[in-house]
């Protein structure tokens, strides 16, 4: 594969720069979703049974 074929894989610095925002933004999201989950009993037993029961099946 020459320059020309593989030019449009490439990211400008500021494409990068922006894709590592949106990554570190949607990690954020997850982990402040997580800590609202988690902040009381019944939300925190649900949300592990839901996980332990991925868990199981992704095992299977």
């Given amino acids: 594969m020459n320059k ?3 030019q449009h894989l ?3 610095p500021l494409e990068e720069e922006l894709i590592m925002k949106r990554s570190s933004l949607m990690t954020a999201a997850v982990g402040l979703g ?3 989950l988690l902040r009381n009993k019944d939300s925190r ?4 049974s839901q996980l332990q029961s991925m868990g199981k099946r992704g095992a299977k």
């Fill in 45 to 48: 037993t649900k949300l592990m």
């Fill in 34 to 36: 997580a800590a609202y």
């Fill in 4 to 6: 020309a074929q593989y």
């Fill in 10 to 12: 490439l990211h400008t």
